[in-house]
């Protein structure tokens, strides 16, 4: 139980933290430019793909319950489009599908 709230708490944070850079920009206060200069000096990463990267590690746990459906999933991740979010699933995980990677994880 203490294991889905976790997963349950850290997908509603990826969601609710921002769904694009200006967003982000904004909340901190920086240009979008600025921001994503300094963001990738220090992780490597733009802030999206860092972003995407942390809601592929949530849905891999999430996909592991099978009370939910992908389309549930990519919603708690923030993905206002199911399809876009097989796509960077599938970008993430060396072209498996979110439903490939289910059956394997059982």
Same mark, same amino acid.
């Given at each position: 139980?203490?294991?889905?709230?976790?997963?349950?708490?850290?997908?509603?944070?990826?969601?609710?933290?921002?769904? !694009?850079?200006?967003?982000?920009?904004?909340?901190?206060?920086?240009?979008?430019?600025?921001?994503?200069?300094?963001?990738?000096?220090?992780?490597?990463?733009?802030?999206?793909?860092?972003? !995407?990267?942390?809601?592929?590690?949530?849905?891999?746990?999430?996909?592991?319950?099978?009370?939910?459906?992908?389309?549930?999933?990519?919603?708690?991740?923030?993905?206002? !489009?199911? !399809?876009?979010?097989?796509?960077?699933?599938?970008?993430?995980?060396?072209?498996?599908?979110?439903?490939?990677?289910?059956?394997?994880?059982?």
């Amino acid at each position: 139980v203490r294991v889905r709230q976790k997963t349950e708490g850290k997908a509603r944070y990826a969601k609710a933290i921002v769904s !694009n850079e200006e967003e982000l920009a904004d909340l901190v206060h920086l240009s979008t430019r600025y921001m994503n200069k300094i963001f990738k000096k220090e992780t490597g990463e733009s802030p999206i793909r860092y972003l !995407n990267h942390y809601r592929i590690r949530c849905a891999k746990n999430l996909l592991e319950r099978p009370e939910l459906s992908v389309h549930e999933i990519s919603e708690m991740l923030g993905f206002s !489009n199911p !399809n876009y979010f097989c796509c960077v699933f599938q970008r993430h995980c060396n072209g498996i599908s979110p439903l490939a990677y289910r059956k394997g994880a059982r």
